[in-house]
């Protein structure tokens, strides 16, 4: 869908109060864990993205039927399962996409899934998905850009992930899940979207041990029944809020919070002279006033500092007098932004993995944001500067913020759009 761009016009304070949204990277998941039940689940705090509308096309076509029976909640309801391939059309709009191979593997037996899309700022392979399900039983095979896998009995065995990754054991846990088989998955991720899967699945009765630790044990049960679930709040969506009052030297309260998720993020702004104060699920960034410093930033693996906050802080930084360094080891390719922010004149070199910003002042400018975060890092930037920079690729902002300029405007901030017509019952 060709969307109009978003007019933002900055160099003035924010204030006020915004409301995080329920977090993208677990309800996506945890929509497709609703395939491993045949009753209805209702899932609270479901973000109205267009992400969301495409997993709930590839469920349809899975045999899943789904009402929104509130503003952010969804019923799912998946008696059985009508086919079992993911086709290419769907799987290739979103990486998240890919982890029905372990639900359908888990809950018919074999399942068809083409190779996964998302953002694409360069590789971003699944060989730890496909290792873990074979090492747990499972024949996969790979032929045309599809990935074929099946299952005689129940999966068990153990699995040490040779890297830490969210999807990877996303996949595993959903495709051990059901059965008689014990799993037992080790450097298995942490990530507070994984927890969210886990106690979600442990609500419909499934029994999975060690959340938010690296050794997840999964004793494979019968079936699972219906249930209802509340989606975890946004942390990268506050993330990126925390820095918009930062760049803007603005003060904002988040509400809908859940500041133990964020502590690198929090110490980091601390460090460059950001207060935050934090009172239960609300939080409040105060950057007025302040000469903040310049930082040397390094992403890892939840709980350290995220790669989807990575550009956000690109654009920060590129506000900051003085040198800082930002390290994406995790995603040595996802710099799409930088051009971008070039374009505002930003001072940014690349090397590698490594962008070294000499901060300034920013200016208006027509720019393109060519994935999710890179467009929030444009946003960012075009709200410091006077003038109004045009960000064309809204798309992809779509993805993960739910009505952005809407939001954005209930904070003083100046931005208009054409609104994307998102479906209420779509
Ligand atoms: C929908 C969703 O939740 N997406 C998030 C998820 O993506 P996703 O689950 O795809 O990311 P992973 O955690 O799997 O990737 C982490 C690292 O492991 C590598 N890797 C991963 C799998 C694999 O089989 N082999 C391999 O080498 C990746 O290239 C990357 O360097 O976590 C990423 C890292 O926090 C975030 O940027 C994404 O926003
Ligand atoms: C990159 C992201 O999502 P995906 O993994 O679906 O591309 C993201 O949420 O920042």
């Not at 009402?67 to 086919?83: D, K, M, Q, R, Y």
């Not at 040198?323 to 922010?341: G, M």
């Not at 027509?366 to 500067?385: E, N, S």
């Given at each position: 869908m060709q969307l109009t761009p978003l007019h933002v016009t900055g160099g003035r304070q924010l204030s006020g109060e915004i409301a995080v949204q329920h977090s993208k990277n677990a309800a996506l998941p945890i929509i497709v864990a609703t395939l491993l039940s045949s009753e209805p689940?209702?899932?609270?705090?479901?973000?109205?993205?267009?992400?969301v509308?495409?997993?709930l096309e590839l469920m349809h076509?899975?045999?899943?039927?789904?009402?929104?029976?509130?503003?952010?909640?969804?019923?799912?309801?998946?008696?059985?399962?009508?086919?079992?391939?993911a086709p290419y059309a769907l799987v290739s709009k979103m990486r998240a996409s890919f982890i029905v191979l372990g639900a359908i593997l888990a809950r018919a037996?074999?399942?068809?899934?083409?190779?996964?899309?998302?953002?694409?700022?360069?590789?971003?392979?699944?060989?730890?998905?496909?290792?873990?399900?074979?090492?747990?039983?499972?024949?996969?095979?790979?032929d045309g850009g599809n990935f074929f896998a099946r299952r005689e009995g129940s999966l068990s065995g153990s699995f040490v992930f040779e890297l830490l990754t969210v999807g990877g054991t996303h996949n595993a846990i959903l495709a051990a899940a059901l059965g008689e088989g014990t799993v037992i998955l080790e450097n298995a991720s942490i990530d507070t979207d994984v927890v969210d899967v886990i106690e979600f699945l442990n609500v419909l009765g499934a029994r999975i041990e060690g959340a938010g630790t690296n050794t997840i044990t999964i004793h494979?049960?019968?079936?699972?029944?219906?249930?209802?679930?509340?989606?975890?709040?946004?942390?990268?969506?506050?993330?990126?809020?925390?820095?918009?009052?930062?760049?803007?030297?603005?003060?904002?309260?988040?509400?809908?919070?859940?500041?133990?998720?964020?502590?690198?993020?929090?110490?980091?702004?601390?460090?460059?002279?950001?207060?935050?104060?934090?009172?239960?699920?609300?939080?409040?960034?105060?950057?007025?006033?302040?000469?903040?410093?310049?930082?040397?930033?390094?992403?890892?693996?939840?709980?350290?500092?995220?790669t989807d906050l990575q550009p956000q802080m690109s654009a920060l930084l590129a506000t900051v007098p003085g040198?800082?360094?930002?390290?994406?080891?995790?995603?040595?390719?996802?710099?799409?932004?930088?051009?971008?922010?070039?374009?505002?004149?930003?001072?940014?070199?690349?090397?590698?993995?490594?962008?070294?910003?000499?901060?300034?002042?920013?200016?208006?400018?027509?720019?393109?944001?060519?994935?999710?975060?890179?467009?929030?890092?444009?946003?960012?930037?075009?709200?410091?500067?006077e003038g109004e920079t045009v960000i064309d690729g809204v798309q992809y902002l779509n993805r993960g913020y739910e009505r952005l300029a809407e939001r954005l405007r209930g904070i003083g901030a100046q931005v208009t759009q054409t609104e994307s017509v998102l479906a209420a019952d779509d």
């Open positions: 689940v209702t899932l609270h705090g479901v973000p109205r993205l267009s992400d509308y495409t997993i076509h899975l045999g899943t039927r789904h009402a929104w029976v509130g503003p952010n909640s969804l019923t799912l309801h998946t008696p059985e399962i009508l086919n079992t391939d037996g074999t399942a068809t899934v083409s190779m996964p899309g998302g953002c694409a700022w360069g590789p971003r392979p699944v060989d730890q998905h496909v290792k873990a399900l074979r090492a747990l039983g499972a024949e996969v095979t790979e494979g049960v019968k079936a699972l029944r219906g249930g209802e679930y509340t989606v975890i709040p946004d942390r990268i969506e506050a993330g990126t809020f925390m820095m918009l009052a930062a760049a803007t030297r603005s003060q904002l309260t988040l509400t809908n919070v859940r500041p133990d998720h964020l502590r690198a993020v929090t110490s980091k702004l601390a460090e460059m002279g950001v207060d935050i104060l934090e009172d239960g699920n609300r939080m409040i960034v105060d950057a007025r006033d302040r000469e903040l410093k310049p930082v040397n930033v390094t992403t890892q693996s939840y709980p350290g500092f995220p040198t800082s360094v930002i390290q994406d080891p995790v995603y040595p390719d996802r710099l799409t932004h930088v051009a971008e922010l070039h374009r505002m004149g930003a001072t940014i070199t690349v090397s590698g993995y490594t962008q070294v910003i000499q901060g300034g002042t920013l200016h208006a400018a027509p720019v393109k944001a060519a994935d999710l975060r890179a467009g929030a890092a444009l946003f960012i930037a075009g709200l410091t500067c």
